[in-house]
Every structure is written in structure tokens, then in C-alpha cells.
């Protein structure tokens, strides 16, 4: 591999490459892999037993949320949820078990922004829940991540909370509150707190 778009990559605080990066011994750009077949991961966020999700914004549709796993090939651009902008289909994960399913994916698209896994409690019943900014949705978009038997963690939409503008960032403030910042002309930063 040449290059590192695509991908999630893993560096120590000074720019070294960490010696169990799963692609170290293959040289350059490659060491630095922990895991590819991104299309366009935008969010980012450890959920509080250390694993690492990272949403990404689709092509035409097939915007997704995945637990990311060393080593693991996600699959774009051979398999999405989505299609082309052209409108040519793109084989979906299921089609070939080589790729890493999303955990979540949304078509249509929510054209994910902003990413937290909420740590605060003044939201009741949030704690641990992922919340995503919606650009296409024009919404919060909460996410419930349930562990599964197996050892694994499913993600899934618990709630949408509309308004009618692009969110583009989402942040949790040091009380627990919940901070949104609206996109394009006339968007504003908001404090959520229960009301």
C-alpha cells in the first residue's frame, strides 16, 4: 500500500509506529494501517471498555458505524450499503464474507458529522450511547450499543431528534451537558440539558 487514505491508522503520541500495528513488518506508509476499506470516516470515539467506532459518510446512501478491529478490511470501495453517484449499485457487505459488516448503516443516507460515545449522566438513560450528527438527517441521531453473546457489540438507532438544520458537530461539556453546533448560514451553537 502506497497510501493512507481509507484507512484508520495508529501512531504513538510522537509519530512512531507502534510495534503490533497489524501491518508493521510490510514497510512504509502500510505500518501505520490498523484497519482500511473506509470510504470517508468523519467521527471517531472509545466507548468505555477501550473499543474503538468510527462512523463514515457513504457514497450515494450507505452511510455506516464500525466498531473498528485491528487488522480488519471494512470493504470499500468492492462492498457497500450504498451506490455510486453515478447510480450504479455497489455489492453490499453480505455478498462477500471477506469484508467487515458495519455494525450500523443508514440508506437513506444521515450524511453522518460530529461523534461522541456520551460518558456524562445528566442525560438519564444515555450514558454509554453513541450520538452522531446528522448533516443529510438534519438531527441528532442517539445510538444504542447492546453487547452480543459472542463477545461482540450490536449498534443500533435508538432515537432521531430532529430540527430541521445540518448538526454538524456534537460534544459532551465537562458537566455532562450536550453542545451542538449547527451548520451552514444561520446555524448556532446550542447547550442541550434535560428539560
Given amino acids: ?39 470517508n470516516p468523519l467521527g471517531i470515539d472509545f466507548d468505555a471498555s477501550g473499543q474503538l467506532w468510527a462512523h463514515e459518510m457513504g457514497p450515494k446512501h450507505g452511510d455506516e458505524l464500525n466498531r473498528i478491529i485491528r487488522g480488519e478490511d471494512y470493504g470499500y470501495p468492492a462492498v457497500s450499503n450504498g451506490n ?21 448503516y443508514w440508506v437513506p443516507a444521515i450524511s453522518p458529522a460530529g461523534f461522541i460515545i456520551y460518558d456524562g449522566s445528566m442525560f438519564s438513560g444515555w450514558t454509554g450511547n453513541g450520538l ?19 463477545g461482540s457489540t450490536a449498534a443500533m438507532e435508538a432515537e432521531r431528534y430532529s430540527w430541521g438544520k445540518r448538526v454538524r458537530e456534537v460534544e459532551e461539556g465537562p458537566d455532562g451537558a450536550v453542545y451542538i453546533l449547527e451548520d451552514k448560514s444561520g446555524g448556532r ?5 434535560p428539560g
Avoid: C
Fill in 1 to 39: 500500500m502506497t497510501m493512507n487514505l481509507g484507512k484508520v491508522i495508529r501512531l504513538t503520541e510522537n509519530g512512531a509506529i507502534p510495534a503490533d500495528n497489524p501491518f508493521v513488518g510490510q514497510g512504509g506508509v502500510t505500518g501505520q494501517i490498523w484497519s482500511l476499506g473506509h470510504r
Fill in 84 to 104: 455510486h453517484y453515478s447510480g450504479a449499485p455497489i455489492p453490499d457487505h453480505s455478498t462477500n464474507p471477506a469484508y467487515k459488516s458495519p455494525a450500523a
Fill in 132 to 150: 452522531i450528527g446528522g448533516l443529510g438527517a438534519r438531527a441528532l441521531v442517539r445510538i444504542r450499543f447492546v453487547p452480543q453473546a459472542d
Fill in 189 to 193: 451553537l446550542l447547550k442541550l440539558t
